[in-house]
């Protein structure tokens, strides 16, 4: 009976130990952000983005350095002309002010047009993480990158 006591209290631990350690392996952790750089899809959104923000800051440039040009333009000629003249130039200069304003205004858009961008490609990093999360039956996947909460991630990183 005493061997019986034994045997049952053994067979129970190891029933026991077998159950937390399959509990301990369904926590999985990547780190997305890295899972993200690597997709094509993002080294496209980013090369559109460059591209876009290069065209922004050639098109400023190129209307300022034009305004600049009128102003001492205008500056130098200003004795020559008449008030109405210089009054009308003036207003001219302030025209071409504002729409640098404005088309500064338009480029603050590239943030909306980054978010247009990139909604998928995380959505579709998302569905391959809860894919594979399931086809590897973890229950859950923490999210490895720097500042995210997770301290040490020594579990099975699933970016392989």
Known sequence: ????KTLLFAAVLIIGS???MNAQSKV???NTQELIEAMPEMKSAKAELEKLAKTYETDIQT???ELQNKVKQYDAEASTKTDEENQKRIEEVGGM????????GQAQHLAKKESELLKPIYEKAKT???AVAAAQGFDYVLDSMSGQGVIVA???????
């Open 1 to 4: 009976m005493k061997q019986f």
């Open 18 to 20: 077998t159950s937390f």
């Open 28 to 30: 999985a952790h990547i």
């Open 63 to 65: 209307m300022a350095t």
């Open 97 to 104: 002010e504002q729409s640098i304003r404005q088309y500064q």
């Open 128 to 130: 391959a993480i809860e």
């Open 154 to 160: 020594s579990g099975k990183d699933l970016l392989a």
